[in-house]
């Protein structure tokens, strides 16, 4: 059973960069599509990044087109942990952000693809 927790929200103004991580436990994480999702307040849970491993330490990665460009999803194995990246913030950003694992997803894209979840940590996005 893999734990995951989720640090790093907290409250920024438009076009500030922050950073999120999300570390896990009870399994190596290397091996697991990692990805983040968000959720704002009434609206269904997003896709947000994906990383998959594609052989050794080489991994492919997958945005939503709202945050290519600005987000960029990362992992330190070292440390079981996975981190993004989000630059040039804007309010539309804001939400819940919630860590995901699966072994091998078949929909990455999809909160319907991964069986390992975080509690999610907030990130409000305000001028």
């Known amino acids: 059973q893999v734990q995951l927790i989720e640090s790093g929200g907290g409250l920024v103004q438009p076009g500030d960069s922050l950073s999120l991580s999300c570390a896990a436990s009870?399994?190596?994480?290397?091996?697991?599509?990692m990805a983040w999702f968000r959720q704002a307040p009434g609206m269904e849970r997003e896709f947000v990044a994906s990383?998959?491993?594609?052989?050794?330490?080489?991994?492919?990665?997958n945005y939503a087109d709202s945050v290519k460009g600005r987000f960029a999803i990362s992992r330190n194995n070292a440390k079981n942990t996975v981190y993004l990246e989000m630059n040039s913030l804007r309010v539309e950003d804001t939400a819940i952000y919630y860590c995901?694992?699966?072994?091998?997803?078949?929909?990455?894209?999809?909160?319907?693809?991964?069986?390992?979840w975080g509690q999610g940590t907030e990130v409000t996005v305000s001028s």
């Open positions: 990383s998959t491993r594609i052989g050794g330490n080489v991994y492919s990665t």
């Open positions: 995901a694992a699966d072994p091998a997803s078949i929909a990455p894209r999809t909160a319907e693809g991964y069986a390992y």
């Open positions: 009870g399994g190596s994480s290397s091996r697991y599509i």
